[in-house]
């Protein structure tokens, strides 16, 4: 069982940045990890594919609205990765959720909400 942690959202001015963070704990081994990403879903809205970093060789993916902007990265001792959104603007504002594929599955977090206005 894999527990997963997001936290580091708010409020964001157009323009600025926000980090978001996500962990994991529980009973797993790290080594058995694959990836670490994020989803967004903004009010009424899809879940959309965000960013990724697969955990061996640190590769990273983003969806193209984020590409230049975000930036995902990855912290081996403490197993979490992060989100910094730089030049926010008020289409990124949405629930975003954090996954950790481990194992064969793919381990969700609550969301954390990030809002965008100034």
């Known amino acids: 069982q894999v527990q997963v942690v997001e936290s580091g959202g708010g409020l964001g001015q157009p323009g600025g940045s926000l980090r978001l963070s996500c962990a994991a704990s529980?009973?797993?081994?790290?080594?058995?990890?694959?990836?670490i990403g994020w989803f967004r879903q903004a009010p009424g809205g899809e879940r959309q594919f965000v960013a990724e970093?697969?955990?061996?060789?640190?590769?990273?993916h983003y969806r193209d609205s984020v590409e230049g902007r975000f930036t995902i990265t990855k912290d081996d001792a403490n197993h979490a990765a992060y989100l910094l959104m730089n030049n926010l603007k008020p289409d990124d504002t949405a629930v975003y959720y954090c996954?950790?594929?481990?194992?064969?599955?793919?381990?969700w977090g609550q969301g954390t909400q990030v809002t965008v206005s100034s």
């Open positions: 996954y950790i594929e481990n194992s064969g599955t793919r381990w």
């Open positions: 970093i697969t955990w061996e060789v640190g590769r990273t």
């Open positions: 529980g009973r797993f081994w790290t080594s058995d990890t694959v990836a």
